[in-house]
């Protein structure tokens, strides 16, 4: 149980496009998901914490209108770069908070990642 | 400002040796977690540490926590080159965020 799929695993787009992730929990309710930015051979930075039914909360220095945030139902929540550059390249991966029976560990269950390459 | 630290960053061992990677960090926190990442891949949960004094084994690996010195350690037995991957700890921040803060990593290689 507590499966997290991510998609697409892999995007390359032009610059100025906008890129949707998909971040879905398969086998449980999510209230709460979290979405990282990766930089080669470094760790994982926490971008947003996204809620669902609310706005998603973003980390200091991350630009909101840059990276939306929408959690619409307790299993989906997508991250869309919008007017992608090369220099939002990077690997994105998700995480969900446990389900509620786990929720005094508070685990995360991680996504497989996204590879966005803008060009 | 919150930090997780990891050392070392990279790691170069021979097969068979023992070795301890070391993660600190600056806030109170009782709650810490180890995952494994390979190359292009996303993390794999190795260990959940949730209590001062914690020790959790798995195979070649094992954890443990002790909160008052804000430190936990990951140390593995007899190394294989299986064991090569970058390792993680994340700290819980809790504050009713739910948030982790994650380390710096661990590059380990080990040689065959």
């Known amino acids: 149980g507590a499966v997290v799929s991510q998609h697409p695993s892999r995007v390359i787009c032009k610059s100025g496009t906008s890129v949707k992730i998909e971040c879905r929990s398969l086998?449980?309710?999510?209230?709460?998901m979290f979405w990282y930015r990766q930089f080669p051979k470094k760790s994982l930075m926490l971008m947003a914490t996204?809620?669902?039914?609310?706005?998603?909360?973003?980390e200091q220095g991350v630009e909101k209108d840059k990276f939306l945030i929408n959690h619409a139902s307790l299993t989906l929540s997508t991250l869309t770069v919008t007017s992608a550059h090369p220099e939002d390249s990077s690997f994105y991966i998700c995480?969900?908070?446990?389900?509620?029976?786990?929720?005094?560990?508070?685990?995360?269950?991680f996504g497989a990642g996204t590879r966005l390459s803008v060009l | 400002e919150l930090k997780v630290e990891q050392n070392p960053l990279f790691l170069s061992m021979q097969e068979g040796k023992n070795y301890t990677i070391y993660c600190n960090y600056s806030?109170?926190?009782?709650?810490l977690y180890w995952y494994r990442q390979d190359p292009g891949k996303s993390l794999e949960s190795l260990f959940v540490?949730?209590?001062?004094?914690a020790v959790k084994q798995e195979g070649r690996l094992m954890a443990s926590l002790d909160t008052k010195a804000r430190l936990s350690t990951l140390h593995i037995t007899a190394a294989v080159h299986d064991l090569s991957a970058t390792y993680f700890c994340?700290?819980?921040?809790?504050?009713?965020?739910?948030?982790?803060?994650f380390g710096t990593g661990t590059r380990l290689k080990v040689l065959a």
């Open positions: 540490l949730l209590s001062n004094g």
């Open positions: 994340a700290v819980d921040i809790s504050s009713g965020t739910y948030k982790y803060i």
């Open positions: 996204s809620n669902e039914g609310s706005k998603a909360t973003y």
């Open positions: 086998d449980f309710q999510a209230t709460t």
């Open positions: 995480s969900a908070r446990a389900p509620r029976r786990d929720w005094a560990k508070n685990i995360q269950y």
């Open positions: 806030t109170t926190s009782d709650r």
